[in-house]
């Protein structure tokens, strides 16, 4: 039995074709009728095409031959680099796709590598080959000089033209290994991935490693403290849609549902097992979702709070990453301090919260997680700088540290060293592979990369240079909280976290961009920046001195009346920071400097 | 029958001078003649109903006018509103329209106060202006005035023009203090879309002057014209005690107004509508209907109208707080019983203010 199942998952920097190639291979073993798109079919969230790359995709099943080949997708992007090595470490197998126009880029390394970590059988694949500049010696070479991978045996295909599927279907048969396991150990299931469904509750993907898994069974998740046991309902698979059978077996993969009504109780990378037959050890490589990147979201204009709230709850339901809590801030009100994997995941959030639920919100800077020690031995997590204790009780700050790595043609490495240096990077290796391009490996913080790190990236290298980072720890670091006073009354929304030696020029840039938010008023307004009570930039915005209309006669009150109320009108939308009118723009001013920054 | 104070709006100039966003159109005989007609039958219609208490010939230009013509419309709208005698009864006058003949005509049929639209002193500002008359051309019609005897007249005057100095200003004050009128407004530059000035500064063809200097000028317009024993009795408006323009009054004071003629705007409460223009107007269509004054905007005009007036207003049952506390202890409001107005620095900032008082009442 074990012997005719193949689990495989296709790997590939973003563009280079991996759904072309998914929606082929499940073209030609009839899965779905020509000309269907796999995401068409498979999941329905319009933002993550636009975004051009996966964020899921289920499992699907393929009969193909006397075979059955699972395909598991892997997510296309940095910030979801634990659930590719989940998806990865579920299987034998991985098809390597690489844009023969294009060749290895910085996803292509990282993501190899974790499948030789978990020693896949990689089939290099070197797609697009109908394209004129393609260039499959060189690119072959590539793969061989930056990923050892040998490509005596590589593939040349085009997922648009339909070129070489078979061939690709041919070798994971003929060279990826069958599972192994024991049906008869105990249940040991690696989740992978998971869905929620209103009616089910959450839908878990699984790959077994031993045991069975069928209705009616109790099980429970191996990584979780609190002892919950849930009883199965349903074990199916998806042919692409779900389809309930009678059991998944060691080897196999497929869903079940037990009633989980959070997708908390069921992580990505937990195992789980039958609760009166657990096994020993779980799948290793367990780590909870955690979010990496903080934000407050606020309602803004015409959305209301409760709104906001069961928006995020319905996404919380789907996305194990995503946490929120209520915060309040004087200065922008009720909203919720959200955490995120990373950039790229709290920009979806936010993308969704305004196309799919209709909210306008107001997203305060991004944080990082801060460990802040304080004198008396204490250590605190913070990732709201706003909640940051006064500079003398704090002994050191540590901040998260990634490692990332950066692959990018050499012509342009002068510009990219100069960018993480500026973005207090270290680095840590670089090689030439091949003549034309460089791998840079640079340790740097990852409030460094928070901003628009990846856009400079490109900019600096004519869309060239590609970027994967991983998390790598924490690192003590001179850092200050710098505030912000308008009229002496601080505003938490703006305050900011910074390396000593960048604090004054942030504070400069964002004092001055604030004296251009806000506008004049009837009195003076002072600007300050200050590290506790050490004011590092300032600026004042003079009194308004002259608005005073000069002709009001019989004639005029009408139109003139109305035309005060309507250059007025903005004013409704200004929130009070003491006695100072504060646009709500001007809350996010700490955004818009670091992009100029 | 309640008195009103009686507008009639002369649609006529020889010329649009570039800031002017007025309703006129350029003087041209073939108007003229239905314009009157229709005017007339207006006067006639209305003065069936209303009886005036001040009468105000505006425009435009009235002076541009042939003297009979302009004498005929003033004598029955004297007579057909009853306007008592020795009430107010006042004329605006271009200095480049205005000569002996027609300054003895209106003396002769009653007409008991002018306004003077001489705007400058200074012939390169009453250029920029696209004024039709000189600085000289002024001199001579005020220097008229005085000599005729004809002491109740107020004199026009704009600053913050570009190209104007804190200097000119001065001088430009001095000089019309010579001339002992009995009022003086002095209103700021404002550049109102759809005029020359207006496309002009679109084109960049020159920028508005400093916030600062124009600040100034309205302080030493204060200064001198107070010093001089001037009463600075609205935000534009200065008069010798007692010499107030009591047609105007009347806006501020919140009161009922007729406007009669081309464009003209009447408030009977709780209506304010305005007549149609020239066209439409001899061709006898009805008005258009501005705003039905209801209230919540009668108090939103009260404080309003009322802050740009030395008397203030009354803040009795109104709760400001604290937004008047504020501008009490910034130096920008006054306060005296239960009476409020704005201090020169509070005049200043007239419109925030009104505004920040509407919002804590009304909106
Ligand atoms: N010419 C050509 N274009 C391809 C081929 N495979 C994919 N593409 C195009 O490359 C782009 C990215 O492909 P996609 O499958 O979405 O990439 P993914 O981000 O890796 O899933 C799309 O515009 C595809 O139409 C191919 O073999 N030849
Ligand atoms: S004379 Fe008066 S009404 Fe006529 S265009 Fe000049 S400013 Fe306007």
Request: proline letters at 5%; hydrophobic letters at 40%; aromatic letters at 8%.
């Amino acid at each position: 039995m074990l012997e005719r199942i193949r689990n495989f998952a296709l790997i590939a920097h973003i563009d280079h074709g991996k759904s072309t190639l998914a929606d082929r291979i499940l073209e030609l073993t009839g899965v779905i009728p020509p000309g269907t798109k796999v995401e068409q079919v498979l999941d329905d969230m319009e933002l993550e095409r636009e975004h051009g790359v996966t964020i899921k995709l289920t499992p699907v099943r393929i009969n193909y031959k006397g075979y059955i080949l699972n395909l598991i997708d892997t997510p296309g992007h940095v910030d979801f680099s634990y659930e590719v090595s989940r998806s990865l470490a579920a299987c034998e197998g991985a098809l390597l796709i690489v844009d023969a126009t294009q060749g290895v880029e910085a996803q292509t390394v990282a993501h190899t590598n974790v499948a030789l970590n978990h020693n896949l059988e990689i089939i290099p694949i070197l797609n697009k080959i109908d394209l004129p500049q393609a260039d499959p010696e060189r690119v072959k070479n590539e793969i061989e000089e930056m990923l050892a991978i040998d490509t005596s045996d590589a593939i040349l295909c085009s997922a648009k033209e339909g070129w070489g599927v078979e061939e690709v279907l041919e070798a994971i048969i003929e060279r990826i290994p069958p599972p192994k396991g024991e049906p008869e150990a105990p249940l040991r299931a690696l989740i992978f991935d998971s869905h929620f469904d209103p009616y089910l509750g959450v839908i878990v993907y699984v790959r077994l490693f031993d045991g069975r898994l069928r209705k009616g069974m109790k099980i429970k998740m191996m990584g979780r403290e609190e002892d919950e046991i849930f009883e199965v309902t349903q074990v199916g698979v998806f042919v692409p849609k779900m389809k309930e059978i009678e059991e998944l077996q060691a080897g196999e993969v497929g869903y079940f549902a037990a009633g989980i009504r959070n997708v908390r109780s069921a992580q990505t990378g937990d195992t789980v097992t039958e609760a009166e037959r657990p096994a020993k050890e779980p799948v290793p490589g367990f780590r909870p979702a955690k979010p990496m990147v903080f934000c407050g979201l606020y309602p803004a204009e015409g959305t209301n709070y409760e709104d906001l709230r069961e928006a995020l709850e319905k996404l919380r339901l789907n996305d194990a990453a995503l946490t929120f809590q209520e915060e309040s801030s004087p200065a922008l009100g009720i909203g919720f301090h959200c955490g995120f994997l990373g950039l790229f995941h709290m920009q979806i959030i936010q993308e969704r919260l305004e196309r799919e639920f209709n909210l306008h919100i107001v997203a305060t800077a991004p944080s990082v997680k801060y460990r802040v020690k304080l004198t008396q031995g204490e250590v605190l997590e913070i990732d709201n700088p706003a909640k940051f204790p006064p500079p003398q009780m704090i002994e050191s700050i540590e901040e998260p540290f990634v490692e990332t790595t950066i692959i990018v043609p050499s012509d342009f490495i002068g510009g990219i060293m100069e960018l993480c240096k500026e973005r207090r990077g270290e680095l840590i290796s670089m090689d030439f592979p091949t003549a034309k391009r460089v791998i840079l490996r640079y340790e740097m913080p990852l409030s460094e990369i928070m901003y628009d790190f990846f856009d400079q990236l490109k900019s600096r290298s004519k869309g060239f240079a590609s970027f994967d980072y991983d998390f790598k720890g924490y690192k003590p670091e001179d850092l200050v909280k710098v505030d912000i006073l308008l009229n002496g009354v601080a505003v938490d929304a703006l305050s900011f976290i910074a390396h000593r030696e960048k604090a004054y020029r942030k504070a400069r840039l964002l004092v001055d961009k604030l004296k251009e938010e806000i506008p004049r008023q009837l009195f003076e307004v002072r600007i300050q920046a200050a590290i506790g009570s050490k004011v590092i930039a300032s600026q004042s915005i003079k009194p308004l001195r002259k608005d005073v209309l000069a002709k009001c006669y019989g004639g005029d009150v009408t139109r003139k009346k109305k035309l005060l109320e309507k250059q007025k009108e903005g004013k409704k939308r200004l929130k009070m920071v003491g006695k100072v009118e504060v646009p709500q723009e001007a809350f996010l001013s700490l955004l818009r400097i670091e992009k100029k920054d | 029958m309640e008195r009103i104070a009686v507008y009639i709006h002369i649609p006529f100039c020889l010329s649009k001078c570039a800031y002017c966003d007025f309703y006129s159109v350029k003087f041209e005989e073939s108007k003229v003649r239905s314009f009157y007609k229709a005017l007339i039958r207006e006067i006639e219609n209305l003065s069936k109903k209303l009886k005036a208490k001040t009468l105000y010939l505006g425009g435009g230009t009235p002076t541009v006018l042939p003297t009979p013509l302009l004498k005929d419309i003033i004598i029955k709208a004297k007579e057909n509103f009853q306007l008592p005698k020795g009430a107010e009864l006042c004329v605006e006058a271009n200095p480049e329209t205005l000569d002996e003949e027609k300054l003895e005509t209106l003396v002769e049929i009653g007409v008991n106060r002018l306004s003077i639209g001489v705007q400058s002193f200074n012939d390169e500002l009453l250029r920029f202006l696209g004024r039709v008359h000189t600085a000289d051309r002024a001199r001579m019609t005020l220097r008229m005035l005085k000599k005729h005897g004809f002491n109740d007249f107020n004199i026009d005057l704009i600053f913050a023009i570009p190209g104007q100095s804190l200097n000119d200003w001065r001088d430009t004050l001095k000089e019309a203090l010579d001339y002992q009128p009995t009022h003086i407004s002095c209103y700021s530059l404002t550049i109102e879309p759809g005029t020359m000035l207006w496309k002009d500064l679109a084109k960049g063809k020159f920028s508005l002057m400093d916030e600062e200097t124009e600040a100034q000028m309205f302080e030493e317009a204060h200064h001198i014209l107070t010093t001089a024993g001037y009463i600075h009795y609205e935000i534009s408006n200065y008069a010798l005690p007692g010499y107030e323009c009591g047609h105007n009054l009347c806006y501020w004071r919140g009161e009922p107004y007729l406007g009669i003629g081309p464009a003209a705007v009447s408030y009977i409460p709780p209506v304010r509508y305005q007549n149609p223009r020239l066209t439409n107007y001899i061709r006898n269509k009805t008005p258009k209907i501005l705003e039905t004054v209801d209230e919540k905007e009668k108090l939103k005009e009260r404080i309003w109208l009322g802050l740009r007036f030395k008397e203030g207003i009354s803040i009795e049952g109104l709760d400001l707080s604290p937004t008047l506390e504020e501008f009490i202890e910034a130096g920008l409001v006054e306060k005296e019983g239960d009476r409020i107005r704005l201090t020169l620095k509070g005049m200043l900032v007239f419109n925030t203010i009104a505004y920040e008082f509407w919002k804590k009442i009304v909106l």
